[in-house]
């Protein structure tokens, strides 16, 4: 069984989960039954809008069983150890998806048992959000004639997104303030790290942005507002990128800091697509890993 813990797990297969994904959003009925007696578990140790509902749609709608838990109901860690807790779960469910606050949970949870375990964000990566991202991107021009320009906090979401704009093919642009950069052993090869955003959203034909404190940082939130004053995605940067350029952002945002209202709410600001195609996308990885 495969896991999806990180997007280089799946990396030669997002072509086709990408295709399956533009398939399930064109057909409401795309594999319906298909998961039929299949019991999944969908277990959340941090809040959610997106993942939580477009999860639980795509097990239901594909027939299979979504059995939610929560992080404090599981005690993974506290109430019993990891390993345990992936013993019992392999036993009683056939998938498993998480979102957890550290991404050794996840991995003790796969090595532990061996049904899928899919990543639903941790502070390493947020991989399906990533397959959500290269369909919508996918939907303007092909991934491969793309230029991506994340700008802001090096986090989760643009990690995941770089190795899947490079595996699709396309130019990949990471910008931050000093000290908020990516880790380059975290990144595919031939990702362009800069520190200047307005270079970096130059000619881009997708600017993408997140928060700049996320799920687990809160108590850093001040010294973070102050180390990316002047990096907000407002409508004079947004105009240094290609002519017909799309906004991307994971959600939920942050009017006013990492994004203005004017970039968000532009008719090229593709958010809610991307949102949607978490459902679509959720769907092809279940078809594809069960
Ligand atoms: N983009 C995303 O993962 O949203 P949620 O945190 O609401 O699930
Ligand atoms: N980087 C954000 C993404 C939320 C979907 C976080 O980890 O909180």
Redesign the pocket.
């Given at each position: 069984m495969t896991d999806f813990l990180r997007v280089r797990d799946l990396a030669d297969r997002l072509p086709d989960l990408v295709e399956v994904a533009h398939r399930a959003k064109a057909d409401r009925n795309f594999g319906l039954g298909h998961l039929a007696g299949r019991q999944i578990g969908l277990f959340f140790e941090l809040p959610s809008t997106r993942t939580r509902v477009s999860t639980e749609v795509a097990v239901r709608r594909l027939g299979g069983d979504p059995v939610v838990l929560s992080g404090s109901g599981l005690g993974v860690g506290t109430r019993e150890p990891a390993n345990d807790v992936a013993r019992v779960l392999d036993r009683l469910l056939d998938g498993l998806a998480a979102r957890v606050t550290d991404h050794r949970t996840l991995e003790q949870l796969a090595r532990h048992g061996d049904i899928p375990v899919i990543n639903l964000?941790s502070d390493l990566e947020?991989p399906c959000?990533a397959v959500a991202d290269v369909a919508t991107i996918a939907e303007h021009r092909p991934v491969a004639d793309s230029v991506v320009a994340y700008v802001g906090d090096a986090?989760?979401?643009a990690t995941s997104l770089a190795w899947a704009v490079v595996a699709l093919g396309g130019e990949m642009r990471i910008a931050s303030p000093p000290g908020y950069g990516p880790d380059s052993r975290e990144l595919p090869d031939g990702v362009i790290v800069l520190e200047d955003a307005d270079e970096a959203v130059s000619g881009a034909t997708a600017v993408y942005t997140?928060?700049w404190t996320?799920?687990g940082q809160e108590k850093e939130r001040s010294d973070r507002l102050e180390a990316f004053e002047g990096w907000t995605i407002d409508l004079a940067r947004f105009r240094l990128a290609h002519d017909d350029a799309i906004f991307l952002h994971?959600l939920p945002a942050h009017r006013g800091e990492e994004v203005a209202t004017e970039v968000i709410e532009h008719p090229r600001s593709v958010v809610f697509d991307q949102a949607e195609y978490r459902l679509h996308s959720f769907t092809a990885l279940l078809l594809e890993l069960l």
């Open positions: 964000l947020h959000q986090n989760n979401v997140d928060v996320s799920m994971c």
